[in-house]
């Protein structure tokens, strides 16, 4: 799970999430959506996939990202419970 609050942890990932929640991109059209370099946004894109919260799949000469929102909606149940902790 600290992978996932690393790669949450930066705007820009924040960001891709958020472009990928309303529809599945290539890295090209994420790109379009930055002003910084491709490599740049590849790099992002391998954090995200490395805690899990995109999925990659290549489909031609295309690879195509979506977000996972089973983990996101974990991390988010988990959130949840310490705020709702009671101390004694």
């Not at 910084?36 to 391998?46: G, V």
């Not at 996939?49 to 489909?59: E, G, I, M, R, T």
């Amino acid at each position: 799970m600290s992978d996932v609050w690393k790669a949450l942890a930066d705007p820009t990932r924040r960001r891709i999430l958020e472009l990928l929640k309303k529809n599945d991109m290539t890295a090209g059209e994420i790109a379009d959506n930055f002003n910084m370099t491709k490599p740049s946004i590849s790099s992002h894109l391998n954090i995200l996939k490395q805690a899990d919260l995109v999925d990659a799949q290549k489909k031609g000469q295309n690879v195509i990202y979506s977000i996972k929102t089973s983990v996101i909606e974990d991390a988010l149940n988990l959130l949840s419970n310490l705020a709702g902790r009671k101390e004694d």
